[in-house]
């Protein structure tokens, strides 16, 4: 099992910036790609970023291409995503997952954080 928990969320003005941590315990922390998902309100479930286990490749979803870095701290059980330039329709509860394979879709992901909202106002 692994354990994630979620923070850094809340709510930003557009333009502004926010920094998502994802604490990680349980199983060997290295040994999982690491994913943040987002779903927004009456939306379904997407990828915004992937990272492999390494941290040498990487994946970002079209629309936060040049905004949103993902990064992680093997040393700390940690993933983070740091969310630049923000918009409107970047407002999403995040969520961050684990999984064996370095995978662009949900279900290749086994272990799945509770979520943090991210709110962006115009």
């Known amino acids: 099992q692994v354990q994630l928990v979620e923070s850094g969320g809340g709510l930003v003005q557009a333009g502004g910036s926010l920094r998502l941590s994802c604490a990680a315990s349980?199983?060997?922390?290295?040994?999982?790609?690491m994913g943040w998902f987002r779903q927004p309100p009456g939306k379904e479930r997407e990828l915004v970023a992937a990272i492999s286990w390494s941290g040498n490749s990487t994946y970002y979803a079209d629309s936060v291409k040049g905004r949103f870095t993902i990064s992680r701290d093997n040393a700390k059980n940690t993933v983070y995503l740091q969310m630049n330039s923000l918009k409107p329709e970047d407002t999403a509860v995040y969520y961050c997952a684990a999984g064996l394979s370095f995978a662009a879709i949900a279900r290749m992901y086994e272990y799945w954080g509770q979520g943090t909202q991210v709110t962006v106002s115009s």
């Open positions: 349980g199983r060997t922390f290295s040994n999982y790609a």
